[in-house]
């Protein structure tokens, strides 16, 4: 039996959001850690200025494979939890454009405007090997799913303690 909670996924780092691919979808981000290990994250997602949902993740280590659980909680749930938090949140820009094949390209520009911003791309795949067979694409300038330094907890820990 498949693992559901499994998480295949590749991350690369962008210079800027692709103009030649399909736009699926576009909001605000807002994230935060309450704990590093075991990762434990918190998420609202904003689409036109309104909150949309809002999410309790929970993620194993790993680097191309890895297990998680996403958990919807609600408003209530969601701001009881941020004050809990004392660091500003991650910001992110989060868009979602349709790659041939069915995949979907998660790209997202990271803290804008401050001096820890940048840019980077995740792609989800069904399988090991159709991780391993995807060609990078030409926006991409580097694959960091190996370098822990991009994991967004690392992230968080760098710029956020």
Not at 99 to 110: D, M, Q, T
Not at 153 to 158: E, Q, T
């Amino acid at each position: 039996m498949p693992n559901q909670f499994a998480e295949i996924e590749r991350k690369f780092l962008l210079k800027s959001f692709p103009t030649d691919l399909p736009l699926k979808e576009e909001k605000a981000v807002y994230q935060a850690y309450l704990s590093i290990d075991p990762e434990v994250r918190i998420r609202r997602n904003v689409v036109d200025g309104r909150d949309a949902t809002h999410f309790l993740a929970i993620k194993s280590n790993g680097d191309l494979v890895r297990q998680e659980v996403e958990i919807p909680i609600t408003t209530e749930h969601f701001y009881a939890l941020a004050e809990m938090v004392v660091q500003p949140f991650i910001t992110k820009e989060f868009r979602i454009y349709q790659l041939p094949g069915g995949l979907e390209l998660e790209c997202s520009h990271v803290d804008k405007g401050r001096d820890t911003e940048f840019m980077y791309a995740e792609v989800e795949f069904p399988s090991v090997e159709a991780a391993e067979n995807f060609e990078p694409l030409p926006c991409f300038t580097a694959d960091v799913t190996k370098d822990s330094s991009y994991k967004m907890k690392n992230f968080w820990k760098r710029t956020r303690s």
